[in-house]
């Protein structure tokens, strides 16, 4: 447990996941926007990476992080991954509605796609994502309802999230994959690209250079930490005590691995993570996908 509350007392928490560390971008802007608060994040970094899960694995990874954090005493769960949010996260919302404790369910894609209209100038965008979340057709959908003038191109990125999960430094070879990633954006003449996975944003400066310093990028931190605050206040969730807020780690790899490379993310101390055992590594049984 992190040793930063100076709350007299308890309280229900946030809850926040992603695949492994990259979530940890998004928890960063939860702590600025809304320092009141108390967060227990999980990071799912025994099954990393969820990019190329089918979407019934993405269902039952997201039903069991989720009751997990339940039995944490949350009283809002924020998909921090986009993979997630685009196989699961209506599948997830109905199963926590469906729970003891129904709670709110937030996932990054809506409010990104959002951001990323308003931001352009042009109305051509452009999507670095995993290819489970390109495959679901989520952002094409979110950006169409946002503005139906707005033109989407993806681009699926099987590489990148390794890149950044593992936080070793950056090498020329990373780069030659990311121009390759970026190539098609820039043919497409897009002025504004959404970084579709929360992974993606430890390589925003290579990014930005390989792009162009007139092209937006795009996070999920700051637009899912104002559906957040939306979130709260409807439902009279906000903490009432003034202060900082204890943030607290759970993870179902190598703690220690998850607590080093973390800090980069988060850039605050992580302190002590908690190991959680969810099931099977790899990909789940025949049986368990009929």
Request: glycine share 8%; aromatic share 4%; net charge negative.
């Amino acid at each position: 447990m992190a040793p930063v509350s100076s709350a007299p007392q308890r309280i229900a928490p946030i809850g926040v996941f992603d695949s492994g560390v990259g979530g940890l971008t998004v928890l960063h802007e939860l702590l600025v926007a809304l320092p009141q608060e108390d967060f227990v994040y999980l990071g799912d970094s025994a099954r990393f990476p969820y990019g190329d899960r089918t979407a019934r694995e993405l269902q039952d990874f997201s039903r069991q992080i989720a009751d997990v954090l339940l039995a944490r005493g949350a009283k809002l769960i924020v998909v921090a991954c986009n993979s997630a949010t685009s196989g699961a996260l209506a599948d997830l919302q109905a199963h926590v509605a469906a729970s003891a404790h129904p709670v709110d369910v937030i996932g990054v894609v809506g409010p990104e796609s959002n951001l990323a209209v308003v931001t352009t100038r042009n109305g051509r965008v452009g999507l670095l994502a995993t290819p489970a979340t390109v495959a679901t057709g989520a952002y094409e959908r979110a950006v169409l309802t946002a503005d139906p003038l707005v033109r989407l191109a993806s681009v699926a990125c099987p590489e990148l999230a390794q890149i950044s999960q593992t936080g070793a430094p950056i090498t020329e070879r990373d780069v030659e994959i990311v121009r390759a990633y970026c190539a098609p954006l820039r043919e497409a003449g897009v002025d504004t690209v959404i970084l579709g996975c929360t992974h993606y944003p430890f390589v925003r400066a290579l990014l930005q250079r390989v792009l162009g310093p007139g092209i937006s990028l795009i996070t999920s931190g700051t637009a899912i930490a104002r559906r957040v605050e939306h979130a709260l206040a409807a439902r009279d969730l906000e903490t009432a005590h003034v202060g900082e807020g204890r943030y607290d780690f759970l993870c179902t790899g190598d703690a220690a691995a998850f607590a080093e490379v973390g800090t980069r993310f988060l850039q605050l101390p992580v302190g002590a993570v908690e190991h959680v055992d969810l099931g099977p590594v790899g990909p789940l049984p025949t049986e368990a996908l009929a």
